[in-house]
């Protein structure tokens, strides 16, 4: 086998059609058919179920496909590993919830740029589910999301918790009595939210189950929807100010056992440490350790640096 090949057989499986694969590939159609049918007789087997729409994957074409996208994987860490002379410059695909980067993320970030001018730094802001798909698919170098998490492929390390509390419709005077309410809704986030399972649980604890959902995909629609009296959702505590900005809610502090969530940042357990990524980590402790400098003892975050370090 021969990874061009194999760049051949992965873009007619992504786009269902040798034609399309041809014109994507810049090259003719009988060249693209030609290498799909050497590439079969190489492994004895078809790759593909031939159809008047196109081409879809056979069974070996499916089994087959991840290991593309693991070499293919292996070969931009092998490049990336050649030109990187210790200092931070390319790519860098970082991912956050949405609540994370509008809470903690955005400063770490602007003075990461600041001093590293050459990295090409993109954020992705997802869900906790779509975040960890993507970490796992080598989308994202890594991703702040909410813990706990545990992957055999993933390694997590712990940087700060936030304090939850149910956000509610200004006139909502407590959780208990909006229980009650036979058209009780909840406004979350778009599916794979860990903060939905968890008001969900909640919920359930209070005995309601099965609550109506309303998904949205950005806070601020979420936000607007409970203000206007839809439905209640769970966030951190520390995004009030930034809440009450866009329309006003009540808040409603949650019990103990239930309120604090720890967000983890994952990487996989076998990726490059480029030194974008190393210097990522180290203005992120940096960042952390001016914040509590700066603040008595009473602030309600707390890095755990030696996390940090560790995947540093």
Known sequence: MDISDLQVFATVAKLGSMRKASEELN???SNITARIRALEENLGTSLFERHHRGVTLSAAGQRLLPYYDRLAHLMCEARQATIDDG???GPLKIGSQETTAALRISPVLAKFLHKYPDVNLSLRTETTAA???SVLEHRL???FVCGPVDHPNLKTSSCF???LVVFGPPDMTSIASTCD?????IVVMNAGCQYRFMLEDFLARLGRKNVPVLEFGTLETVINCVSAGLGITM???ALLAHINRISPVSLHALPASCAHVETVFISRKDALQTSARTALFQTIQDHWEDFHASNDHTAPRQAVHSSLRAIS
């Open 161 to 163: 918790a936030e304090e």
């Open 181 to 185: 309410h036979a058209n009780l809704r």
């Open 235 to 237: 966030l951190p505590r």
């Open 131 to 133: 975040l960890i798909e």
């Open 87 to 89: 200092v931070p410059t």
């Open 27 to 29: 090259t003719v159609q």
């Open 141 to 143: 170098d890594g991703a």
